[in-house]
């Protein structure tokens, strides 16, 4: 009798409920204004202020390069803020892929930009860099919807970060390909 | 074979738990409002489910205010996995 007691009454309309609530939930969460825009903005400052840092020789422009790391992690930790002020919620995927850009399209776009930059900064005219950094501020912002649009469609599957410990080694790998770039430059 | 959970059995227990697999924490206030139910019904299936380990709760503070974070746990992820494909197989089994 008890198992009798415990066998839902109807288990298509329980799992079709309960995917609506969820649905209820990812329909209505919103990005905070200027979210892609900033996030662009902010890239292309870093991959530009690094780019200027590598290029150039010891002094100010190192400065550069850590205000231009800075800035990017002001305008990271504040629009991650004001998503969780809208919503109400609280998403390590949206930290980690969109914002902090660990997605293999992310990082891709991410360092070719940042590669171009460099190789201008170093080799080229000026603007190239600029250029460079605005592309590649551009496509992680591109990569940055595109994680979006496949959350809202699918929220368990993106909702969750990879593990801490991936993390750290994601940060590990661009400290040290940033201390080898200074070191060598 | 996976069992049907008495635990996540009740609907608005289920929906609770599959509306948490789509964030890491929500506001108590915010799952109030997906879920449709009332701070006194969310309050005692929230209770429920961290008794056993599904869910984790914690009190915090969003712009001055205080509010309660609800999240899934690893044990309730697992849990309702199999629920929902002993749901799956019953739906199966009787089609």
């Known amino acids: 009798m008890e198992n009798m007691a415990a066998l839902p009454s109807d288990p298509t309309s329980d799992l079709a409920a309960a995917e609506a609530a969820r649905q209820r939930l990812t329909g209505s969460l919103r990005l905070p204004s200027w979210f892609h825009t900033s996030l662009a903005v902010a890239v292309a400052v870093q991959i530009a202020t690094a780019a200027y840092g590598i290029a150039e020789q010891s002094g100010p422009p190192m400065l550069v390069l850590v205000a231009g790391v800075l800035v990017f992690l002001a305008v990271a930790g504040v629009q991650v803020a004001r998503f969780r002020r809208l919503n109400g919620v609280k998403v390590d995927g949206l930290v980690s892929r969109a914002v902090l850009g660990n997605s293999p399209r992310s990082s891709l776009l991410y360092g070719a930009g940042f590669g171009g930059a460099v190789w201008a900064g170093l080799e080229g005219p ?18 940055s919807w595109l994680w979006w649009r496949a959350y809202v469609q699918d929220p368990a599957r993106h909702a969750r970060a990879e593990s801490w410990a991936t993390r750290a080694v994601y940060g590990a790998v661009a400290v040290a390909a940033l201390c080898v770039l200074v070191a060598f430059r | ?47 429920a489910l961290a008794a056993e380990g599904y869910v984790a709760s914690r009190k915090g503070v969003v712009d001055g205010r205080r509010t309660t974070w ?10 309702l996995r199999g629920h929902v494909a002993a749901l799956r197989a019953l739906i199966e089994a009787v089609d």
């Open chain 2, 1 to 47: 074979m996976p069992e049907i959970d008495p635990l996540i059995h009740p609907p608005a227990r289920l929906q609770l738990m599959t509306t948490l697999t789509a964030v890491t924490e929500a506001e108590f206030v915010t799952l109030r409002e997906a879920l449709g139910v009332s701070d006194s019904v969310l309050s005692k299936h929230v209770s």
């Open chain 1, 126 to 143: 000026p603007w190239v860099a600029g250029l460079a950094a605005a592309a590649g501020g551009a496509g992680y912002a591109v990569s």
């Open chain 2, 70 to 79: 609800v999240s899934l746990t690893k044990a309730g992820d697992r849990a």
